[in-house]
């Protein structure tokens, strides 16, 4: 997988760590919107709602992952590189539950699996590749990616009120 001349943290720098942080970004940002979308209004505007959260906190990531080194730090090489990879991850994880909310294959029950799948999917890459401490990773990234879960949902909730 790496080519002749990179060692493994140069890899870390330019694919695991701008990745990781979108995939992070995208489990943990767009659950809130989504679940209170859907559960405040059908499946469908909950979808659309969950996708432009989605491609929103692409944006960020990428351009935050962009800026946050150019090369002169970690030899990261080019920060279009490193973009498309936080804004990559943040897409990914962020459009897979907003597509299953919008498909209305199962509704935000289903997308809720999809994103403690995620989660934890999430934290195991984060300590396998970046070497966090288990604990850590889990409570960093499952717990706040249930915080915004269960925010969303009751914010959703206040709708009918």
Request: charged residues 15%.
């Amino acid at each position: 997988m790496r080519r002749a001349g990179q060692t493994r943290t140069t890899l870390r720098y330019r694919v695991s760590e701008p990745a990781l942080a979108g995939l992070t970004a995208g489990a943990v940002v767009v659950p809130a919107p989504l679940f209170a979308a859907a559960v405040a209004v059908d499946s469908w505007t909950a979808g659309l709602v969950g996708l432009a959260a989605t491609i929103g906190v692409a944006l960020h990531a990428g351009l935050s992952a962009a800026r946050d080194d150019d090369g002169g730090l970690s030899a990261a090489d080019d920060p279009l590189r490193r973009a498309g990879f936080g804004g990559g991850g943040a897409f990914l994880a962020g459009g897979l539950p907003a597509l299953v909310v919008l498909s209305g294959l199962g509704g935000y029950v289903l997308a809720m699996g999809v994103v403690a799948v995620e989660l934890a999917v999430v934290a195991a890459l984060r300590v396998r590749l970046v070497g966090r401490d288990a604990v850590e990773a889990t409570v960093r990234v499952v717990l706040g990616g249930a915080l915004a879960t269960a925010v969303g949902a009751g914010l959703g909730s206040l709708a009918g009120l």
